[in-house]
């Protein structure tokens, strides 16, 4: 979703608004939020409506976190800023205002009651499948937002839905009949494929030293960090049954499963127990800290640790980076118990030597070596193609699911896209580490599927909503001019 609208952020990025996922899905964290200097709280003003920094602040968080999922946990500030996310949270926002502007200023409005039934279906807040205060109330409690806030944003989101809808426009008979010629559309190639095994790659030594002495720059040492750990244990902590079902029914809402349902207590237990031990021992875990920081306890242990190593968790690792030797940080939960850090030495990336980088410098060269050769043996193929020895096809279609022996499935799929949104009648693909050399021999329209109307209509009206939105937005763009009150917020 985050790459797509990387792409597409001047066009639909709204699709990231919706509130059950950026209130509910992850929880709002202060990961990389910011704080900007700005008129009575708001960073820009679109049109007539005035954009608040909790706002761009909560986007973020959103934006963070999902990045940071993808990376398995590897994101920081520095990374986080390189690839901009404060600007493309900015500018799904910017693109949202002007759509609310439009609603505002042509009386398109959600109405209250619309809002409560919205409010009503969130799952996550529904008990034996009906809405409940209780869980309602007990989330804005712990999420420290009041319902105004939250029922604020799920009108937005509404009426950006209800103002899209007016864009939709069922598809034409001529129409359908035009993309279900090109989705049938088919060709019989023939096809070789080559692969960087059919590449030998001799390495001498001084041809590697070169390279690592062109390339030596990539070759570096982590960050690293010498901390003294002192570790707050909560193994043996008691508790009673009464306590634990008391914990759950106040914070059910953060028992969930992959789809959202509310677990159970005994679905939830271990999790739940974990949860109930660190409630109980954080007390212990800030007195330990006062006595760390006057020197009245040692440390559990002293490691050198490389920036983001999973011993510890993200959060601490984001506060390190920030802190300055002999810092010592208030405890974090890392691994299940709290940990309270001090900063001993930071240990700065250097360039590693030939000897320290001549593993990874030799595997990067091998490959650079291979691709290389593979390159250069494709073009060969292809002006000799005549005269290769080929595979021949069946016909084959878009949406087709077909294995091209040696390729597997994955590599079948992404070379039959880019096959099919070629304009070469002959050429080379490149597919993953392969090559794959193709002449198409012979091309038809192969007869449309019964059961591809439903496909062929929705596709249409995705073409068609895709078209009239981009126009919608270029209209925006010129109706609603953007005033930016603080810097770094556009590109």
């Known amino acids: 979703m985050i790459s797509w ?6 066009y639909l990025v709204w699709t990231i608004w919706v509130a059950t996922i950026a209130f509910i899905g992850a929880g709002f964290v202060g990961w990389g939020s910011y704080s900007f200097g700005s008129k009575a709280g708001n960073i820009a003003k679109v049109g007539e409506i005035e954009i608040p920094q909790s706002k ?3 986007l973020y968080s959103d934006i963070y976190n999902d990045y940071n999922q993808r990376m398995q946990g590897q994101l920081d500030e520095a990374k986080a800023k390189e690839l901009g996310l404060v600007q493309q949270a900015f500018g799904i926002i910017a693109t949202q205002t002007k759509v609310l502007n439009f609603a505002k200023e042509n009386g398109i409005i959600v109405s209250d009651a619309e809002v409560a039934e919205a409010l009503q279906n969130i799952r996550l807040f529904q008990e034996n499948g009906h809405f409940s205060k209780e ?3 007990r989330y804005l409690k712990s999420r420290r937002m009041t319902a105004k806030t939250f029922e604020t944003t799920l009108r937005e989101e509404l009426t950006l839905a209800k103002t899209l809808d007016l864009l939709t426009a069922d598809a034409l008979p001529f129409e359908e009949k035009v993309v279900s010629s090109a989705i049938n559309v088919a060709d019989k190639i023939a096809y070789k494929v080559l692969t960087l095994d059919e590449i030998e790659a001799e390495i001498k030594h001084d041809e590697l030293q070169a390279y690592w002495e062109e390339q030596k720059e990539r070759f570096m040492t982590p960050k690293e960090y010498t901390l003294s750990i002192l570790w707050t244990e909560n193994a ?4 009673t049954e009464e306590e634990l079902q008391k914990h759950f029914t106040e914070n059910s809402f953060n028992y969930t499963d992959q789809e959202g349902r509310q677990l159970t207590l005994e679905e939830a237990r271990e999790s739940a127990i974990n949860d109930l031990k660190l409630k109980k021992s954080k007390k212990e875990a800030q007195k330990a800290y006062i006595a760390f920081k006057k020197g009245e306890v040692s440390s ?6 490389p920036v983001n190593d999973t011993k510890l968790s993200t959060e601490i690792w984001e506060e390190i980076t920030q802190k300055s030797t002999g810092d010592i940080l208030k405890p974090k939960v890392a691994s299940g118990r709290y940990a309270t850090v001090k900063i001993e030495e930071v240990i700065e990336p250097r360039v590693k030597n ?3 980088a001549e593993a990874e410098a030799r595997a990067m060269y091998q490959v650079k070596i291979q691709q290389e050769g593979l390159q250069a043996l494709a073009e060969k193929t292809l002006q000799n193609f005549e005269d290769t020895n080929t595979t021949i096809s069946e016909f084959l279609t878009l949406n087709q699911n ?6 597997n499935y994955e590599e079948s799929l992404q070379f039959i896209q880019k096959l099919f949104t070629s304009n070469e009648e002959k050429g080379m693909i490149s597919v993953v580490d392969k090559v794959v050399i193709y002449s198409i021999l012979e091309q038809k329209v192969m007869p449309a599927d019964a059961n591809q109307s439903a496909s062929v209509s929705q596709t249409v009206n995705q073409l068609k909503k895709g078209i009239f939105e981009n126009n919608f937005l270029q209209m925006l763009d010129k109706k609603y001019p953007v005033e930016v009150y603080v810097q770094g917020l556009t590109n």
């Open 5 to 10: 609208m990387q792409r597409h952020n001047k």
């Open 56 to 58: 761009l602040n909560m």
């Open 135 to 137: 869980i309602y109330d």
């Open 236 to 239: 043996d902590i008691e508790f």
């Open 300 to 305: 559990s242990e002293k490691l050198t640790l």
């Open 354 to 356: 030939f000897e320290e």
């Open 402 to 407: 077909v294995n091209l022996a040696p390729l």
